[in-house]
């Protein structure tokens, strides 16, 4: 019902519609997804249909720029269909965005082939160092990216020393989680190798992949930055969902370093330290199992 949507938003966006004189208004709404960060619909308009999501400005700040930012990064190689970014606003009390609704569709014949092929090429996007040079969010925590020569520096201090103090500070875990940790970290240069900055979505799992009006693979929802690739697939594994038809047409398209089997866990780490502090319970073992694999 479009009384759930907040008026303010619904007027900031009907000042946008108009901005080319025309008279604007918005019909109807109704909700497709959203959940303890943000509400998430379809929304009609006089221009048309598109997908909003807002959410509490002061306690989410500058989220919806930060994805903007992240969509456009994802866009600009044109390898892999980006949802269109419409608007994004700020009120007194929420922030918004409007995109481009992408009509829920069957995948193509070739959908997980096609979508190998273009993360690889994505993958191929490349930067002087590790990081972004703004940070965003990973679900509905800060994301910190400040950029770093070598990935293991910047993979232990911008993703898992974060996130562990950040777990150890709230109490959902021990103290002792600090001092493993630091044993991992003496080990990681040995067990990661280095590769070149990679563009990554950052939070690739089956619920940011949708199929567009064409079947083909359509990324949502990301936590861009500028990584090692194994990273990224191996958060594909994490939850499955993903053919191995996604996987074979990568890897022929990109080959990975001999070993990434071997490594895999370790990149889990990050999502799974992430998990723990938004939902605690099971994580915390997970990421203990892992612990005791590699130290």
């Known amino acids: 019902m479009l009384s759930e949507v907040p008026p303010e938003v619904q007027q900031g966006i009907i000042e946008f519609l ?3 004189s025309s008279p604007a208004t918005v019909t109807n709404f109704s909700f497709v997804g959203g959940g303890s960060i943000n509400k998430a619909g379809k929304l009609g308009t ?23 930012k992240g969509l456009t990064l994802l866009r600009a190689p044109g390898v892999i269909y980006i949802p269109k970014v ?4 700020e009120t007194s009390s929420f922030q918004y965005l ?3 609704f992408i009509t829920p569709s069957a995948r193509g014949k070739k959908y997980w082939e096609h979508l190998g092929q273009q993360l690889a090429a994505l993958h191929r996007v490349t930067a002087a160092r590790f990081g972004l040079d703004h940070a965003n969010y990973i679900g509905s925590l800060p994301q910190h990216n400040t950029p770093t020569t070598t990935w293991v520096a910047f993979y232990i201090e911008q993703r898992l ?5 950040l777990a150890c500070d709230a109490h959902r875990v021990d103290a002792r989680w600090t001092k493993m940790f630091e044993a991992l970290y003496k080990r990681l240069p040995e067990l990661l190798p280095e ?3 990679a563009l990554l979505h950052g939070d690739l799992w089956s619920g940011n ?3 567009n009006a064409q079947g083909a693979p359509c990324l949502v929802d990301p936590a861009v930055y500028f990584g090692h690739r194994e990273a990224e697939l191996a958060m594909t594994q994490l939850f499955g969902g993903f053919d191995n038809e996604f996987y074979e047409a990568y890897h022929h398209a990109y080959p990975l370093q001999p ?6 866990d370790l990149y889990t780490l990050y999502p799974l330290l992430v998990h723990v502090n938004l939902f605690g319970g099971s994580y915390v073992g997970a990421v203990e199992n892992v612990l005791r694999k590699y130290t």
């Open 18 to 20: 108009q901005r080319d």
């Open 46 to 68: 006089s221009a048309g249909e598109f997908f909003l999501k807002w959410n509490e400005a002061q306690k989410f700040p500058g989220m919806f720029e930060a994805e903007v």
């Open 86 to 89: 419409v608007h994004t606003g």
């Open 98 to 100: 409007l995109l481009e």
């Open 161 to 165: 020393t974060v996130q562990v103090k």
């Open 195 to 197: 590769e070149l900055p």
């Open 209 to 211: 992949l949708l199929a």
């Open 259 to 264: 070993g990434f089997e071997r490594r895999v």
